[in-house]
């Protein structure tokens, strides 16, 4: 389903939107491969239904239930949750910059403001996706946290949907699954990574390899370096 909302900053009049999330129709495997450029070089597939889609859509429905607290910051004689509050602070700096340094805003503001903890810790799971303000309210989360909360920042800043994607990935020195974000900015995709302050761009990158992708027309399954020919 497709849901977009604005919000008014409490601090000004700029209204923000969280993504639109399109459901994706059943295709023949023609249709299903994507001949746009993706990070990392690669074409990619509708991914087969298991685990990482049905987090996707689980963690949709958590950024949603997230409207009524950012709402609740921009009505009057209403409280602002301490997360609410945080998120739309990294929003509203990050506006200050522009460019790429907005970019890199985005990576080092999220990156501070997260401690690591993995999700047995905090949420009793091997694998929970928290929505932004979740990460936020308790300051602590895993890399795909930092990620959601940097992918959402991004799009509340008015990054376009084709110019921004939330990656799984392989990391080979690690021999883990990791998640990171990517933003084409000026014909190049960059990573924001919560293990590094700098952005790299993904032909830079020789560390990773990519799984899967997610953005608001769902979840893409990333073809081999053989098979994108």
Not at 2 to 28: E, K, W, Y
Not at 102 to 118: E, K, P, T
Request: glycine share 6%; charged share 20%; hydrophobic share 40%.
């Amino acid at each position: 389903h497709r849901s977009n909302f604005g919000i008014s900053s409490a601090h000004g009049s700029t209204t923000v939107a969280l993504p639109q999330f399109a459901s994706r129709g059943p295709t023949d495997r023609t249709d299903r491969i994507s001949h746009s450029p993706e990070p990392f070089d690669l074409r990619t597939t509708n991914a087969a239904p298991g685990d990482t889609p049905a987090k996707w859509s689980d963690l949709r429905t958590r950024i949603l239930a997230d409207e009524r607290p950012l709402a609740s910051c921009a009505a009057p004689n209403h409280p602002c949750p301490d997360a609410a509050r945080r998120f739309l602070s990294i929003i509203e700096l990050g506006r200050q910059h522009i460019g790429r340094a907005r970019l890199g805003w985005i990576n080092r503001a999220v990156n501070l403001s997260i401690r690591s903890m993995s999700d047995w810790a905090q949420y009793g799971y091997a694998d929970y996706w928290a929505s932004p303000l979740q990460t936020l309210s308790s300051g602590a989360g895993d890399c795909e946290d930092y990620a959601i909360v940097k992918y959402i920042a991004l799009r509340h800043l008015g990054i376009a949907p084709g110019d921004l994607r939330l990656l799984i990935v392989r990391d080979k020195m690690r021999e883990a699954l990791h998640a990171i974000v990517t933003v084409r900015f000026e014909q190049q995709w960059l990573i924001l990574d919560n293990r590094t302050m700098a952005m790299l761009s993904t032909e830079q990158s020789q560390r990773y390899s990519p799984l899967f992708v997610m953005d608001d027309q769902g979840v893409r399954s990333f073809l081999t370096v053989a098979a994108r020919r």
